[in-house]
């Protein structure tokens, strides 16, 4: 008789490469050259790192609503940690050093998912002052309003996929808004 230990194993909650293929569309969208070109993000490890947190907080924002959603919250913020633990080592940063560094991304991460969450809940001013503080470093009001135009919009249009799609990696961040010519 063969017995079924399966009961065992953690649950499946996405195809096998899912986390990964999220999260390589989370820094792949995080990378587009248009946010650091016309949107005023400085092209600086720290802009990267603020505008990764930026996609991986309107994703996980998303699958707070999504049944199962916990779980993969979960895994792609352990990538995230995964991914920063690799990049600081990359960088020849030394093992005593690494989980200082760790404890400081984490408290960014948390830091600015507070400040977004209670921005978006109150107005896009708001959205676009906490932007301003945390991605382009106080300066440039126009373009983080532009940043925080973009951010609703990609949390409207992850609003309005479906749960499957989540799950599966089978959705898009919508473009990055061109610069506005005025006449």
């Given at each position: 008789?063969?017995w079924?230990?399966?009961?065992?194993?953690k649950?499946?909650?996405a195809?096998?490469?899912?986390?990964?293929?999220?999260?390589?569309?989370?820094?792949?969208?995080a990378?587009?050259?248009?946010?650091?070109r016309?949107?005023?993000?400085?092209d600086?490890?720290?802009?990267?790192?603020d505008?990764?947190?930026?996609h991986?907080?309107?994703?996980l924002?998303r699958l707070?609503?999504?049944?199962?959603?916990t779980?993969?919250?979960?895994?792609?913020?352990?990538?995230?940690?995964?991914?920063?633990d690799?990049n600081?080592?990359?960088m020849?940063?030394g093992?005593?050093?690494?989980?200082?560094?760790m404890?400081?991304?984490?408290?960014?991460?948390?830091?600015?998912?507070?400040?977004?969450?209670?921005?978006?809940?109150?107005?896009?001013?708001?959205?676009?002052?906490?932007?301003?503080?945390?991605?382009?470093?106080?300066?440039?009001?126009?373009?983080?309003?532009?940043?925080?135009a973009?951010?609703?919009?990609?949390e409207a249009d992850?609003?309005r996929t479906?749960e499957?799609?989540?799950l599966c990696?089978?959705?898009?961040?919508?473009?990055?808004?061109p610069?506005?010519?005025?006449?």
């Open positions: 008789m063969l079924p230990f399966n009961h065992f194993r649950p499946r909650l195809p096998p490469g899912t986390i990964e293929a999220i999260y390589g569309m989370i820094v792949t969208q990378r587009e050259p248009m946010f650091y016309d949107l005023g993000v400085p600086t490890v720290n802009g990267r790192f505008l990764l947190l930026l991986l907080w309107l994703l924002r707070r609503t999504a049944q199962g959603g779980e993969l919250s979960q895994a792609l913020f352990d990538r995230f940690c995964e991914d920063m690799d600081l080592r990359e020849g940063v093992d005593q050093i690494v989980p200082k560094r404890r400081a991304f984490g408290e960014a991460f948390y830091g600015r998912v507070q400040a977004y969450d209670q921005a978006l809940a109150s107005d896009a001013e708001a959205l676009a002052s906490a932007i301003c503080k945390n991605i382009l470093n106080g300066a440039g009001m126009d373009q983080a309003r532009r940043l925080a973009y951010a609703r919009a990609a992850l609003g479906g499957p799609a989540l990696a089978s959705f898009t961040f919508p473009p990055v808004p610069e506005e010519v005025t006449p």
